[in-house]
């Protein structure tokens, strides 16, 4: 059974940077293309960026220039590099595969940009 634990969100002000971390378990990581994706009160998720295996990337227009995804295969872990953090950006992150089905989802991690 995968596991996905996402870590490294927090408080920051508006135009500070943050580094997500997701690490799975249990799965041939390397084989699939992961995402990441948020979700804002009362909004439904929503994918803001993903990584294809062999490491194409797609970005949501919204993080286009200022957020970057990459992974480490070796140690199932995909990154989420958040830069020029906005307001807007304030949701719970989750990582998942781009692809249906999903992994069940972790927890994720709370992203709270404000002044």
């Known amino acids: 059974q995968v596991q996905l634990v996402e870590s490294g969100g927090g408080l920051v002000q508006p135009g500070g940077s943050l580094r997500l971390s997701c690490a799975a378990s249990?799965?041939?990581?390397?084989?699939?293309?992961m995402g990441w994706y948020r979700q804002a009160p009362g909004k439904q998720r929503e994918l803001v960026a993903a990584?294809?295996?062999?490491?194409?990337?797609n970005y949501a227009d919204s993080v286009k220039g200022r957020f970057t995804i990459s992974r480490d295969n070796a140690k199932n872990t995909v990154y989420l590099q958040m830069n020029s953090l906005k307001p807007e950006d304030t949701a719970v992150y989750y990582c998942?595969?781009?692809?249906?089905?999903?992994?069940?989802w972790g927890q994720g991690t709370q992203v709270t940009v404000s002044s």
């Open positions: 998942n595969k781009y692809f249906l089905p999903h992994y069940g």
């Open positions: 990584m294809t295996s062999g490491r194409t990337t």
């Open positions: 249990g799965s041939i990581f390397s084989a699939n293309a």
